[in-house]
């Protein structure tokens, strides 16, 4: 079960990864209040067992340590996410937030590392590293389910941009035809911002992708 919350700050996505057997899951990219997301999970009875950052930019985890502080759950990220937790001129938190944040995540992992529930074993997704956007942008990836939450990798007919610290977009274009398009063609893609899509769309039809082949 997914529901998603719309933040203030540049109407980006966060995502409540629901388990419904158990009622446990994951947040990812808690971008807006981390208050207003424990309050929401908990109105609905959602225990919340991790915080599942995409990537390191204070858009996409500016609640993140609200909602670990009022749930108690880690906050997860890539390894290479560390000098964007720790820097807020890497994180780009005062452009993007009006204030500077810093923080360390409680795991830094690495790619293909699984994160699964505590609750259920059989409901877990897999962290695709998937650099270009940000150094340590990942996607994570349920098998299971076909759908891959993808920050701000690779959106509805465009992709993220590369021009901020550790970005480059020689490899963003590389990393997404070898770990995204390389998923099954119906793989439900959940970006960080806008409508969700498929990796069959994506790769036949995305007008950035045609002006580099």
């Known amino acids: ?18 388990d419904e057997t158990t009622k446990h899951g994951f947040v990812i990219d808690p971008g807006t209040d981390g208050k207003r997301l424990a309050d929401y999970a908990k109105e609905k009875g959602y225990v919340i067992e991790k915080i599942l950052l995409t990537h390191g930019h204070g858009d996409h ?8 502080a009022a749930t108690g759950a880690p906050i997860v990220m890539h390894k290479e996410g560390k000098i964007y937790a720790n820097d807020p001129s890497w994180n780009l938190s005062s452009a993007l937030c009006g204030q500077g944040i810093s923080f360390e995540a409680d795991e830094y992992l690495e790619d293909g590392a699984e994160i699964v529930l505590s609750a259920n074993p059989e409901f877990k997704v897999k962290m695709i590293h998937v650099p270009g956007h940000t150094t340590d942008g990942v996607a994570y990836y349920s098998e299971k389910e076909g759908l891959a939450f993808v920050g701000d990798i690779i959106f509805a007919g465009s992709v993220g941009r590369s021009d901020f610290p550790g970005g480059n977009s020689q490899t963003l274009f590389s990393e997404i035809r070898r770990q995204i398009f390389t998923l ?20 036949e039809t ?8």
């Open 61 to 68: 985890m500016y609640g993140a340590e609200g909602l670990r």
């Open 184 to 203: 099954p063609d119906e793989t439900v893609l959940l970006p960080g911002h806008g409508p969700q899509t498929t990796v069959v769309r994506e790769r």
């Open 1 to 18: 079960m997914i529901e998603i919350a719309r933040g203030l700050l540049c109407e980006e996505l966060t995502y409540f990864y629901i």
């Open 206 to 213: 995305n007008p950035v992708f045609n002006l580099y082949e």
